[in-house]
C-alpha cells in the first residue's frame, strides 16, 4: 500500500529532507511581500480597475449597453435639434447623453463595452480601491465615471515603423489639387507617442495621470463643432 | 532543605513555567513567519511584531468563558489543569546543570515519562466531558496516538540510561560523552519524532487538526481554558526540548560549564525547539493510518534495535 505512494511525487526521506531545505531556506531570504495597505502596488498599465467614461465623446449609440453580457449600463439620452448653421439649410439633430451609469455590483469587468465602443468614450482605470459600505453606492453614476478618467493611463507608445494614425495621417495631407476650396485652418492634433520619441510626459515632468487628463481634453472635438464643420 | 529554600525552588520553577513557554511561543511566531515569507506576524508592536503574543493573551482573556449545558462540568473545568500541571511538575525535577536543579529526585527519567504521560489524560477528559461527538472522536484519536508513540519514548530513553548505567538525568548528562551523538543518535530520532507526536504537534497534529476536525478535544473550549490547552503544548516544548537537550546533545557540558552549564542547557533546549517549530513549518500533517504505521513499523523496532546496540556496547566494554 505504502510502495506506490512512496514512488509517486518524490516522497520519503529524501522527500522530507528537501522539505525542511525549503523552509530553512525561505527563512534565511528576505520576504518580499507586496504591503499592500501600506504601499501601494505599482500596477501594469493595462490593469482593469474601474471603468471611466470620456462623457463628451459617448454619442449615446447603446452600443455598449447592448453589447454588456450583464446589462449593468444604464444610459439615458435625448435628441436635441441643432438649428441651420446657414441659411436654408438643414437642422440637424444630435444625441445628448442624460444618465450614463455602470453598475459595479453587476459588471464582470469583461471589458466588452470598451472593446465595442465606437468613440473611445470607455476607458479601463487601473484605480481598483472603489468597495463601499452599501452596495447600492456601487452604481457610479456619470460623473463618478468621469471622475475616474484622470486616472487612465496614457495610451502604449506606437511601434516604431507603424503608420502614421489615420486621424493624424487625414489632417496632414495636401488638400487635393484642382481644387477651388481652399483647406480651412484645423485646430492642431495631437500626435501619439512612438517608441524612441522624447516621451511627452517625462519631458514636462507631468505624470501619466496628468498627462492622461489633459490629452483626453485636448483631442476630442465637441459634438457642436463637428456638427458646424459639416455644413 | 528548609521550607524558605523548597518556597524558593518551587516559585523559581513556576517563573520558569510562565516565562519559557511563551518564550518558545513567541518564537514559533517568529520562525515560522519568516520561514513561509509571511508578514503578519511581524506587524503588531513596533519591532518585529513582539506585542503579538501580549495581543494574543488579551484575546484569551476577553472571550466570555462558556461551559455547554449537557457537559460534564467538574471534569469539563478541570481538563485544561490536568494538561497544564504534569509539565510543571516535571519541568521541576529536570536539571538545568548538577546545581540548578528544583527536586533531584533518583530517577528522574523515568519520573518525567511518567509525569509527562499524565497530560493525556486531561485531553481525554477534555474530550469525554464536552458532549460533543467531534471533541469526543478528538480525545479518543489523541489517546490512541499518545499511547502508540509512549513505547518507542520510554525505549528510547531506557537505552540511554542503559549508556549511563543511571535512571537519573544528572547521572546521565554527567556520563554524556561525544561519542554519543553518534551512538545514541537512532534514539534521539526516535525520541524526538516521539515527542512531538506526544505534544501532538503538526506532522502528528491529526487529533486536533484544527483546519479538518474543529480542533479536536478543544472543540468546545473557549477563553482562558482554550489558552491553557495551548500553553500546555508549549509547555510540553519546553520541557520536551529541556529532556532532549539532557538526554542527548549533553546537557551542561560545553564551554566554561563549572559556570555556564545552566545556559547551555537552555540553549541546546533551544536550538531543539526550534527543530520542533521547524517540523511544523516544513512537513504535511500526517493521516491516521500513517501514524500508527509509523509509530509500529519503523519506532518501535528502531527502538529496539537502538536498546540492543547498547546493550551489547555496553556488556562488551564494562
Ligand atoms: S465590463 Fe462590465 S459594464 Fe462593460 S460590458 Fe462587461 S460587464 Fe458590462
Ligand atoms: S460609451 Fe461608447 S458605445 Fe456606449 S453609448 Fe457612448 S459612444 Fe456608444
Known sequence: MSSPARKSGGTGIPGILKGLATTARTLATPSHTAEYPDVAPSLPPRSRGVIALLEENCTSCMLCARECPDWCIYIDSHKETIPAATPGGRERQRNVLDRFAIDFSLCMYCGICIEVCPFDALHWSPEFEYSELDIRDLLHEKDRLGQWMPTVPPPPALDEHSAEPAEVAASQKPARGGSRLVPRERPARVRPARVGDESPSGATGATPREAAAAEAQATPPTPDEAGGDQA | ?318
Open chain 2, 1 to 318: 532543605m528548609t521550607a524558605v529554600e523548597v518556597v524558593l525552588r518551587a516559585v523559581g520553577v513556576l517563573a520558569a513555567f510562565l516565562v519559557l513557554p511563551l518564550l518558545v511561543g513567541q518564537a514559533e511566531h517568529k520562525v515560522m513567519a519568516h520561514m513561509q515569507g509571511r508578514l503578519g506576524p511581524m506587524y503588531a508592536g513596533g519591532f518585529h511584531g513582539w506585542a503579538q503574543l501580549v495581543a494574543d493573551g488579551v484575546k484569551f482573556v476577553q472571550k466570555e468563558d462558556i461551559t455547554p449545558a449537557a457537559a460534564d462540568r467538574r471534569v469539563f473545568r478541570f481538563a485544561p489543569a490536568v494538561a497544564l500541571v504534569p509539565y510543571l511538575v516535571a519541568l521541576a525535577v529536570i536539571p538545568l546543570s548538577p546545581s540548578v536543579v528544583a527536586a533531584d529526585v533518583p530517577a528522574s527519567a523515568v519520573f518525567v515519562l511518567a509525569v509527562t504521560a499524565v497530560g493525556i489524560l486531561g485531553t481525554l477528559m477534555a474530550g469525554w466531558a464536552s458532549a460533543n461527538k467531534y471533541s469526543l472522536l478528538g480525545g479518543m484519536r489523541a489517546a490512541a496516538q499518545l499511547l502508540s508513540y509512549e513505547l518507542p519514548m520510554v525505549l528510547a530513553v531506557a537505552s540511554v540510561c542503559l549508556a549511563a548505567g543511571s535512571l537519573s538525568l544528572g547521572g546521565i548528562a554527567d556520563a554524556w560523552r561525544p561519542a554519543w551523538l553518534l551512538w545514541q543518535l537512532p534514539g534521539a530520532v526516535v525520541f524526538l519524532v516521539a515527542a512531538v507526536a506526544e505534544l501532538q504537534r503538526p506532522p502528528f497534529d491529526m487529533p486536533v487538526a484544527d483546519s479538518e476536525i474543529v480542533f479536536g478535544a478543544y472543540t468546545e473550549y473557549t477563553g482562558l481554558r482554550f489558552a491553557f490547552f495551548l500553553l500546555a503544548e508549549y509547555a510540553g516544548i519546553v520541557v520536551m526540548s529541556l529532556l532532549f537537550a539532557v538526554l542527548y546533545l549533553g546537557g551542561w557540558h560545553g564551554l566554561f560549564s563549572d559556570q555556564l552549564g545552566w545556559l547551555w542547557t537552555m540553549l541546546k533546549g533551544l536550538v531543539v525547539a526550534v527543530v520542533v517549530i521547524w517540523l511544523r513549518v516544513a512537513w504535511p500533517r500526517l493521516r491516521e493510518d500513517q501514524l500508527q504505521r509509523l509509530a509500529w513499523l519503523v519506532l518501535v523496532p528502531l527502538a529496539l534495535a537502538q536498546l540492543a546496540i547498547t546493550g551489547v556496547w555496553v556488556v562488551v566494554t564494562s
